[in-house]
T-cell receptor, first 117, second 113 residues
C-alpha cells in the first residue's frame, strides 16, 4: 500500500516570490510520482510526473519537482508565482509492478496556494 | 482531441434515491478510473475499469458500483444515497491499465439533500 503526506495544507505567497510545496510518500514498492493542480470547480490537471531517470523533473507553467528516493520526497517548486497560480495542488503516487494496482492513484491531502498581489 | 467528458456537471438528489454518473474517456483510452473528492476525506479511489472489466476497487460500500461499455464509456451508480455521498466525483482516463498518465474530467458535483 502507498500513502502520501503533503506537509502544508495552505501556503500563502506573494506574487513573483518563489514557492515550494512539500510531498512525502510511503510505499513498499517503487512508484511513479505526480503533481496535479486543481482550479476552483475544475478537475485535475497534470503538472508533471516522475517515472524514471533524472530526478529533476520540469513541468508546465514553470513548475519543477525533485525526486529524492532516500528521503521519499517529491517537492514541487516554482521560482516566481503569478496570481493565476492560486489553486490547490495534489501530490500522487502509483505503485509499479503491482498487477492489481492498475492505474490507481493515491493522493495527498492537497495544498492550497494563495498568491497575494 | 476531445478530453474526458463527465455528465452531468451538477446534480441534486434526495437521500434514499439512486444516481448514475457518466464518463466518456479520451478516444483510444481503454481505462477509466473513478474518484470521490470531499473536504474531509480528500481524493479517494473508487474503482477502475479496463476493457469492460473492473480491475481494482477502493474501500467503498457496495452501494457504489460501476460498469464500462464496449466503447470504453463508463458509468458509476450510487444507490440509497446518503448525505455523506455529497462530493465531487472525478473520472480519469488512461490509455491502458499500465498507463503513465491519467487525464481527468471536470467532475460531477453531487449534492444529496
Amino acid at each position: 500500500a502507498q500513502s502520501v503526506t503533503q506537509l502544508d495544507s495552505q501556503v500563502p505567497v506573494f506574487e513573483e516570490a518563489p514557492v515550494e510545496l512539500r510531498c512525502n510518500y510511503s510505499s513498499s514498492v517503487s512508484v511513479y510520482l505526480f503533481w496535479y493542480v486543481q482550479y476552483p470547480n475544475q478537475g485535475l490537471q497534470l503538472l508533471l510526473k516522475y517515472l524514471s531517470g533524472s530526478t529533476l523533473v520540469k513541468g508546465i507553467n514553470g513548475f519543477e519537482a525533485e525526486f529524492n528516493k532516500s528521503q521519499t520526497s517529491f517537492h514541487l517548486r516554482k521560482p516566481s508565482v503569478h496570481i493565476s497560480d492560486t489553486a490547490e495542488y495534489f501530490c500522487a503516487v502509483r505503485g509499479l509492478m503491482i498487477k492489481a494496482a492498475g492505474n490507481k492513484l493515491t493522493f495527498g491531502g492537497g495544498t492550497r496556494v494563495l498568491v497575494k498581489p | 482531441k476531445a478530453g474526458v467528458t463527465q455528465t452531468p456537471r451538477y446534480l441534486i438528489k434526495t437521500r434514499g434515491q439512486q444516481v448514475t454518473l457518466s464518463c466518456s474517456p479520451i478516444s483510444g483510452h481503454r481505462s477509466v478510473s473513478w474518484y470521490q473528492q470531499t473536504p474531509g476525506q480528500g481524493l479517494q479511489f473508487l474503482f477502475e475499469y479496463f476493457s469492460e472489466t473492473q480491475r481494482n476497487k477502493g474501500n467503498f460500500p457496495g452501494r457504489f458500483s460501476g460498469r464500462q461499455f464496449s466503447n470504453s464509456r463508463s458509468e458509476m451508480n450510487v444507490s440509497t444515497l446518503e448525505l455523506g455521498d455529497s462530493a465531487l466525483y472525478l473520472c480519469a482516463s488512461s490509455r491502458d491499465t499500465g498507463g503513465t498518465e491519467a487525464f481527468f474530467g471536470q467532475g460531477t458535483r453531487l449534492t444529496v439533500v
